[in-house]
Structures are given as C-alpha cells and as structure tokens.
C-alpha cells in the first residue's frame, strides 16, 4: 500500500501559498510556545507571515466582490453603455484570481461566497440607482445566483434581463 507523503513545506508555497502561510505561522507559534532558545522574534514571525496569507485571501475576497458586482449590473441594467467597462473590469478582476487562486483558497471562497454577496449587493443597489435604475436595483435577488466557477471562468457572462445582447453593442 502506497503511502501518500506530506508535501514539503517549499513544495506547499509553490502550490498553495495561502496554505503555507497558516502553517507556516502555526509551527512558528509552536516554536514560541516551547521558548525555544532564539533571537528570532517567533510570535511577530508568525503574525507577520499569517498576514501574509490574509494579505491574499483578502485580495482574492476583494475580486470576487468586484466579480460579483459587475455580473449583477451585467445581468439586471437595462443599459448599453457601461456593459464593456463593466466586462473589463471583470475580466481584470478574474485575471487577478485565477493568479492567486490556490486549493485552500478556492475552499476559503466557496464557505464565504454568500457572505461576500451580501457584501456586495447594497453597493451593486447603489450603482444601479444612481443611473436611475431603481427598477433593476429592487429586483437583485437576496441570494448569491452565481456558483463559484461561473465566477471564475474567463468570458462567462449571463444573459441580461432586457435582452440586451453583446452582439447589438459591438
């Protein structure tokens, strides 16, 4: 029986910097614990490194918010004009992801993605009023309905609400 072996920690960072960054503090604290005999200042160490790692998690949060965001306005604004500023702005912020995305962090948006969207839904309503479209601000559903790979995924969009196409804007 083939035992599977725990990734070195150098292979962790490569492949899941958020990750590394937990358990990097985590055996950090460890060692400050045990007061072994050091210069090193191990417990600013590990809160040092751990904001590192929430450094990310908060970017990758704040783009999914922007993601989120925009597909709203997307799909409920009966408007043309912004609709390719609002895809730039998403393709930039799904650009940012897919370079930072790692399997912990993926998990991290799964649990928090109805969080994130209730974040983000009064800031997408005030967006939508300010144009004057109150109608397509009160009818942004209370729930999140993009599951995380749409969010994702390079060039998906959803249909509009109005029928407005991309085809008719080019």
């Not at 929430?54 to 597909?71: G, P, Y």
């Not at 209730?118 to 729930?143: C, D, I, M, N, S």
């Amino acid at each position: 029986m083939a035992t599977r072996l725990k990734p070195s920690a150098k292979d962790l960072c490569e492949q899941d910097y958020y990750a590394w960054t937990v358990a990097q503090a985590a055996e950090l604290h460890r060692l400050a614990k045990r007061r072994t005999h050091s210069t090193l200042d191990l417990e600013h160490l590990a809160e040092e490194v751990a904001d590192l790692g929430h450094s990310e998690r908060d970017a990758v949060r704040s783009q999914m918010r922007r993601i989120i965001e925009h597909l709203l306005k997307l799909e409920y604004s009966p408007t043309t004009d912004p609709r390719d500023d609002w895809k730039d702005t998403i393709a930039d912020a799904r650009s940012i992801v897919a370079d930072k995305l790692s399997p912990s962090l993926r998990l991290d948006l799964e649990t928090m993605l109805p969080r994130l969207y209730v974040q983000v839904l009064p800031k997408a309503r005030r967006a939508l009023r300010r144009f004057g479209e109150h109608e397509a601000a009160r009818t942004l559903p209370a729930l999140c309905p993009y599951p995380l790979d749409d969010l994702a995924r390079a060039e998906w969009y959803p249909p509009n609400r109005h029928g407005i196409s991309d085809d008719e804007i080019d």
